[in-house]
T-cell receptor, first 115, second 113 residues
Framework: SQQGEEDPQALSIQEGENATMNCSYK?????LQWYRQNSGRGLVHLIL?????REKHSGRLRVTLDTSKKSSSLLITASRAADTASYFC???????????????FGQGTILTVHP | DSGVTQTPKHLITATGQRVTLRCSPR?????VYWYQQSLDQGLQFLIQ???????AKGNILERFSAQQFPDLHSELNLSSLELGDSALYFC????????????FGSGTQLSVL
């Protein structure tokens, strides 16, 4: 079963608006990562947040992590049509644990940004 | 370009057949991961190799096997193929064995007819 569950499954917005995607997970983690996938192509790493971090920024991306709620959110500000893609969260288990080193992906959020 | 090379890009074969997917990791990366992506199962972790040794195993079927060679390239072998094996198979690589970001190849689209 998937470790990360994403919400919403699909999001449709206009250019210039912000897009927020949420991810929940079940077990303790070492880090949580977000990836982007353009239709049928390889995944591209966006940002990594470690379990001892609460917030991280990279350009127009802002990621938060709440380990007490086992949840994370990805905010894309001032979205562009080129941001249209599927976005996945992925969790890496704690060192020494059985899930360490094998990223477990959620089902993803399909983001459509209309020009 | 992620630096991870997968071949072939597309593969069409029949049920019962055997195929080999190949992956060359980014230069210097020691870990290789294999993932399967399908509409119903999403992205499933199959197996990870680190410097030639199996490091972690996921939901990999017994009909599937993989290995990582001394030059660090990896192959995923799929045998006795079934219709349900049709999927996009990704290889990814990373510098070490865990706790870091992955670089994905562009995938091999496998169609079993």
């Amino acid at each position: 079963s998937q470790q990360g569950e994403e919400d919403p499954q699909a999001l449709s917005i206009q250019e210039g608006e912000n897009a927020t995607m949420n991810c929940s997970y079940k077990t303790s983690i070492n880090n949580l990562q977000w990836y982007r996938q353009n239709s049928g192509r390889g995944l591209v790493h966006l940002i990594l947040i470690r379990s001892n971090e609460r917030e991280k920024h990279s350009g127009r991306l802002r990621v938060t992590l709440d380990t007490s709620k086992k949840s994370s959110s990805l905010l894309i500000t001032a979205s562009r049509a080129a941001d249209t893609a599927s976005y996945f969260c992925a969790t890496d288990g704690s060192p020494g644990g059985t899930s360490y080193g094998k990223l477990t992906f959620g089902q993803g959020t399909i983001l459509t940004v209309h020009p | 370009d992620s630096g991870v090379t997968q071949t072939p890009k597309h593969l069409i074969t029949a049920t019962g057949q055997r195929v080999t997917l190949r992956c060359s990791p980014r230069s210097g990366d020691l870990s290789v991961y294999w993932y399967q992506q399908s509409l119903d199962q999403g992205l499933q972790f199959l197996i990870q190799y680190y410097n030639g040794e199996e490091r972690a195993k996921g939901n990999i079927l017994e009909r599937f096997s993989a290995q990582q060679f001394p030059d660090l390239h990896s192959e995923l072998n799929l045998s006795s193929l079934e219709l349900g094996d049709s999927a996009l198979y990704f290889c990814a690589s990373s510098s070490h064995g865990g706790g870091e970001k992955l670089f994905f190849g562009s995938g091999t689209q496998l169609s079993v007819l």
